[in-house]
């Protein structure tokens, strides 16, 4: 079993790789909020009990938070998620499950190189036609956009972006996230017309790379439990199951991860 404090390291890496544009503290609980684009980034991250209390009280005081700003109160939990039995009290108190995310890690050294001719290239910096990219390979608003571009925009680590190019286009895309000695892979999406063409592989492994190039040493990732393409596709890369996280929410939402 993966150790209690290996689970909140990433936790609280991960959370500062794709920051929320609000952030309160609840005792020793983060409150996050991005009007309501990404669950990540509108979800409470329960990383200690410290100052909570009475859960019951602290869950009423979240409802307040989320609600004052539209957004569906919802919790990011984990077998680290504190107070113990915390899970057990959101079910009794209404929340239920809403998805189920595995996070694979990988030690940099052991990811594999898929040697594609596709062509990446790896910028500190986003250009709009990267972000327009984005938006028809994810199938986003220009709303949904505009807050992801503030999210990444957020970032405080070194950031990485990926674009594969055919045709004379960008049709593949990646964000990578180096924060000490980890690399968080995110936002890899192919555009729908160049799909099963080893792209998001090949993006995958451009990002790698770049991260081992500036510091990292390993690497992580969150795969949705049901996408089994996309586990199958880092597993054959060298990453392996860490552990999962899930959503407790109040409601039903249609926010993409």
């Known amino acids: 079993m993966v150790a209690i404090e290996q689970i909140k390291e990433l936790d609280r890496i991960s959370s500062r790789s794709w920051p929320a544009r609000e952030v309160r503290h609840l005792g020793g609980w983060l409150l996050r909020a991005t009007s309501g684009v990404t669950r990540r980034a509108n979800s409470v991250l329960p990383l200690d009990s410290e100052g909570i209390g009475d859960v ?136 729908p017309k160049y799909r099963r063409r080893n792209i998001a592989t090949t993006v995958s492994c451009a990002l790698t790379r770049w991260g081992q190039r500036h510091g990292a040493t390993r690497a992580y990732l969150q795969v949705e439990e049901e996408n089994s393409a996309a586990l199958k596709l880092y597993n054959r890369l060298g990453f392996k199951n860490h552990h999962k996280y899930w959503y407790r929410m109040l409601g039903k939402t249609e926010e993409k991860e």
């Open 56 to 191: 019951s009280e602290a869950v009423e005081r979240v409802c307040m938070f989320y609600t004052k700003r539209n957004i569906t109160p919802r919790f990011q939990m984990t077998l680290a998620s504190r107070p113990d039995g915390l899970d057990q009290s959101l079910g009794e108190l209404g929340f239920v499950v809403e998805l189920k995310v595995i996070i694979q890690v990988a030690s940099i050294e052991s990811v594999v190189s898929t040697g594609s001719e596709i062509p990446v290239v790896v910028n500190s910096t986003p250009s709009l036609e990267w972000f327009t990219a984005y938006a028809e390979a994810g199938g986003l608003d220009d709303f949904a956009l505009g807050v992801r571009k503030e999210i990444v925009e957020r970032v405080p680590a070194e950031k990485g972006f990926a674009a594969a190019r055919l045709d004379g286009k960008i049709v593949g895309i990646g964000f990578g996230v180096r924060d000490g000695d980890w690399l968080g892979l995110f936002a890899i999406v192919t555009h």
